[in-house]
C-alpha cells in the first residue's frame, strides 16, 4: 500500500508540471499508443490464444482493432474536444461571455476485465490519455499472459509517473481503491462494482462503473427470422458469450418460434461447427470455476435444444441452446456470461416489457422486428444502456454512441468524444466586461428589484 501511495505522489507531481495538458503532448503519447499496438499486433494476439483461445480474426476484430479505430478517431478530434468552447450568455449576464473549459482530474485508476483484457484496458486509457491525465491501469490476474504483455509494454514505453500498471488479484485492486485517486473507471459485475463504489465514497471520488446484468433480445413475429437467426448467434457466441452486451437470455413470439429455432441451429451450425474440435478456434472458458458454473445451468435449466457439450481439459462448452425455460431456472437468476441462450416462448409483447421492467435495468437490448411501432414501444418502454434494433453488440463498435448502463448496468459512458468527456471534468468560466457595469445587481440600486424581476422570470 505504501508503494501505491509513493506511484499516486509521484503521478501527482508529473501532472503538476501541466505536461499532461499539453494537446501535442496528448497527440504523441496517443501516436506511440497506436504504433506499439500495431508492431506488437502478433504478440497480442499470441497472448490472447493462450490465455482464452480466440483466434486470430476474433483478437483483432473485438480487441485490437476496436482500439485501432478508438485511437483513430481520438486523434482525429482531440484538437477540438480539448479546446473551451462558447457557449451562449443569459440576460443575467449581459456584456459577459461564457465558455466551458474541459480539464483533465488527475491521476485515474483504469481497472479492467477479464473477457476483452486488451480491449478493456487500452480502449478507457485512450480517453484519460486524450483528456490529459496521468492513469494507473490494473489488468485482470485471471488472464495473465495478456497482463503480462500489457505490463511489458506500458513499462518500455512510458513513465511510471505518467502511465503505470500494476499486476495483482484482489489484494492488489483493494490496497489501490484505499489509495485517494482523482477519478476510478471500472469495467466488471455488478457485485464488484459494489465495492468500487462503497470505496470511491470513502474520498468522494467520482466512477464509471461500466458493469452488465440480463441483457434481453425479443424476437417479433413480424422479424426477418434468416438474419435475425444469424446475427443473435453471432452476438451470443462470440468470446463464448462472455460479453457483457450479448444477448443473455431470448423472448421469441410463439408464431415463429419453431422456424426461429431451426434456422437459429443451422446459424450456429454454420458458425461454430468445430467448437469442440481438436483444432478449435472457440473461445474458451476463463477459469474452471466459471466453466463449473456453466455447466450446473445447462443441466439444471430448461430442456437442451442444441449444443450442450463441453471438454473440461480444454474448458470449452459448445454453443448451447435451452428452451422450455421459466424465470424460475436458475440460468435466469444472474447474468450467464457464457455460450448458453435460454429462450423463453411469448404471446403478448406488453407483458414480456412489463416482465422486463420488473428486473433490474440491463446494460443492452434488442429488438427484432420489421414493423417500426413495435420498435418504437419497445424503446420508449424499457430503459437499458443501449442496443440495436434488427442486430445484436454492434451499437458497441460505433465511436458515435455513448456506450454504458443505467441503474444496477452501470453508471457513466464511454466511447469516442465519450471517452473524452468521462475523464474530464467541464469547468464553466464568464469573462465579465469592463467596459460598463450593470447597477441593479447591487442592492443599493434604486428600483433595482423591479429591473431584475423583469429580467429573471
Not at 473551451?84 to 482530474?105: A, Q
Not at 469442440?276 to 455447466?295: A, C, N, P, Y
Request: glycine share 8%; proline share 5%.
Amino acid at each position: 500500500m505504501e508503494s501505491y501511495g509513493t506511484l499516486i505522489k509521484k503521478q501527482r507531481e508529473f501532472f503538476s508540471t501541466g505536461k499532461t495538458k499539453e494537446v501535442a503532448f496528448r497527440i504523441d503519447t496517443l501516436k506511440t499508443l497506436r504504433s506499439l499496438i500495431k508492431t506488437h499486433e502478433k504478440e497480442i494476439m499470441a497472448a490472447l490464444h493462450t490465455d482464452l483461445n480466440k483466434s486470430d480474426f476474433e483478437s483483432y476484430t473485438t480487441e485490437i482493432g476496436f482500439v485501432l479505430e478508438e485511437l483513430r478517431y481520438t486523434l482525429k478530434h482531440i484538437e477540438n474536444w480539448a479546446k473551451p468552447r462558447k457557449v451562449k450568455t443569459s440576460l443575467t449576464g449581459f456584456g459577459s461571455k461564457n465558455y466551458i473549459y474541459p480539464e483533465p482530474y488527475g491521476v485515474v485508476l483504469i481497472i479492467s476485465p477479464w473477457n476483452y483484457p486488451f480491449q478493456l484496458a487500452f480502449a478507457p486509457l485512450i480517453g484519460a490519455i486524450a483528456a490529459g491525465n496521468c492513469a494507473i491501469l490494473k489488468p485482470s490476474e485471471l488472464t495473465p499472459k495478456t497482463s503480462e504483455l500489457l505490463t511489458k509494454l506500458i513499462r518500455e514505453h512510458f513513465q511510471e509517473d505518467y502511465i503505470a500498471i500494476v499486476e495483482g488479484g484482489v489484494e492488489t485492486s483493494t490496497a489501490l481503491l484505499n489509495e485517494n485517486t482523482d477519478y476510478i473507471f471500472f469495467t466488471g459485475s455488478v457485485a464488484v462494482g459494489k465495492v468500487i463504489m462503497e470505496a470511491a465514497a470513502k474520498h468522494l471520488t467520482p466512477i464509471t462503473l461500466e458493469l452488465g446484468g440480463k441483457s434481453p433480445c425479443i424476437v417479433h413475429k413480424d422479424a426477418n427470422l434468416q438474419y435475425a437467426a444469424k446475427r443473435i448467434a453471432w452476438g451470443k457466441f462470440t468470446n463464448a458469450g462472455q460479453t457483457c452486451v450479448a444477448p443473455d437470455y431470448l423472448y421469441v413470439h410463439h408464431e415463429v418460434k419453431e422456424e426461429f429455432l431451426n434456422l437459429l441451429k443451422e446459424a450456429i451450425q454454420d458458425l461454430y461447427e468445430n467448437a469442440l474440435s481438436e483444432e478449435s478456434q472457440f473461445t474458451k472458458i476463463v477459469s474452471d470455476r466459471h466453466f463449473q458454473r456453466l455447466k450446473t445451468f445447462i443441466y439444471n435449466s430448461g430442456t437442451i435444444y442444441h449444443g450442450g457439450e463441453s471438454n473440461a481439459e480444454k474448458l470449452l462448452i459448445a454453443p448451447t441452446v435451452l428452451t422450455n425455460i421459466t424465470w424460475e431456472d436458475p440460468i435466469m437468476e444472474d447474468e450467464i456470461f457464457g455460450p448458453i441462450l435460454p429462450v423463453i416462448e411469448y404471446e403478448d409483447i406488453l407483458k414480456i416489457i412489463d416482465e422486463i421492467n420488473q428486473r433490474p435495468k440491463p446494460l443492452a437490448l434488442y429488438v427484432f422486428s420489421e414493423v417500426e411501432r413495435v420498435q418504437n414501444k419497445v424503446l420508449e418502454s424499457i430503459s437499458f444502456g443501449g442496443g440495436c434494433v434488427n442486430d445484436t453488440v454492434y451499437h458497441f463498435t460505433s465511436p458515435h454512441l455513448p456506450f454504458g448502463g443505467v441503474g444496477e448496468s452501470g453508471i457513466g459512458a464511454y466511447h469516442g468524444k465519450g471517452s473524452f468527456d468521462v475523464f474530464s471534468h467541464e469547468k464553466g468560466i464568464m469573462k465579465q466586461t469592463t467596459r460598463f457595469d450593470l447597477p441593479f445587481r447591487y442592492p443599493n440600486t434604486k428600483h433595482g428589484l423591479k429591473w431584475i424581476k423583469m429580467i429573471m422570470k
